[in-house]
């Protein structure tokens, strides 16, 4: 027990960086509040004290603004960051090291008994303001980006946004493009991971259509010289990419003594 409430506070330091102290969490922070009262009453919901757990489930979202039924399972180091306004339905699953933010609705879609709410596994984000509605899975380390519907499963390492919620990143892309990047000297993640806009997005696309170009003709290239071509390979010059703030200058070259 008290090994899960030091797991549950120690997890905000990590994703909270207006977090100052232990102290400061333990009072201060609803989400942890909303935790901790929902671990208690699942412990009663679990043997059989089904009102007395409705009612501390009542107490919490009272006081902190967070509606957990008693019935939900949540894994270890879950975070609710502000809070007011996140709603856990009764057969939703949350694993380990999730965080959900503020407004955060993890609903049903249908009033038939049985799993009607979303899993989600370990290492998921949810952004705020965001639906996640029905039996459907959130797969490791997906990301929901705020005030997206989601009611698709979404497979692991994938960012969903938009009304419906759609796919807008795919892991398997992410660690060739950045990989691509890297080689020709672009970060086309510098901006931001989760949240991609139109332009990273057509940025990405000519990365991939430039891999696919670089990889057909290293192919060809090769095909030719098993013909007995023997073409000569030219070196490819590294790109010198780089940015620099408005306030930044170029540094000086140094001059020959």
């Known amino acids: ?29 609803p989400g942890v509040h909303a935790v901790l009262l929902h671990r208690f009453s699942h412990g009663l919901w679990s043997i059989g ?15 902190t603004g967070v509606e957990i039924h ?19 339905g009764e057969t939703a699953e949350i694993g380990d090291d999730c965080t959900l933010y ?58 969903v946004v938009g009304v419906p919620g759609r796919l807008a990143t795919r892991p398997e892309k992410n660690e060739r493009r950045e990989a691509f990047a890297k080689k020709i000297g672009f970060d086309a993640y510098g901006g931001s991971q989760d949240m991609p806009d139109p332009v990273a997005k057509a940025i990405n696309t000519l990365l991939d259509h430039i891999h696919a170009m670089d990889t057909r003709v290293e192919n060809i290239h090769k095909a030719v010289n098993d013909l007995g071509a023997n073409v ?24 020959n003594t």
């Open 232 to 255: 000569e390979e030219t070196p490819v010059p590294d790109l010198d990419v780089y940015s620099l703030d408005s306030s930044e200058k170029q540094p000086e070259k140094e001059e």
């Open 102 to 159: 503020h407004g955060v609705t993890l609903g049903g879609t249908s009033w038939e008994k049985g799993k009607r709410h979303p899993t989600l596994e370990n290492n998921v984000v949810v952004g705020a303001g965001a639906k996640v509605l029905g039996p459907i899975t959130l797969s490791s380390g997906a990301r929901v980006g705020s005030n997206a519907v989601v009611v698709k499963d979404v497979p692991e390492g994938g960012t």
């Open 70 to 88: 008693p019935a939900a399972r949540i894994g270890r180091r879950f975070f609710i960051d502000h809070g007011m306004g996140v709603v856990i």
């Open 49 to 63: 004290l089904a009102w007395p757990a409705r009612l501390i489930a009542m107490f919490s979202r009272w006081v």
């Open 1 to 29: 027990m008290f090994s899960r409430l030091r797991e549950d506070i120690s997890c905000v330091f990590d994703r909270d960086p207006a977090a100052r102290n232990t102290f400061d969490v333990l009072t201060t922070y």
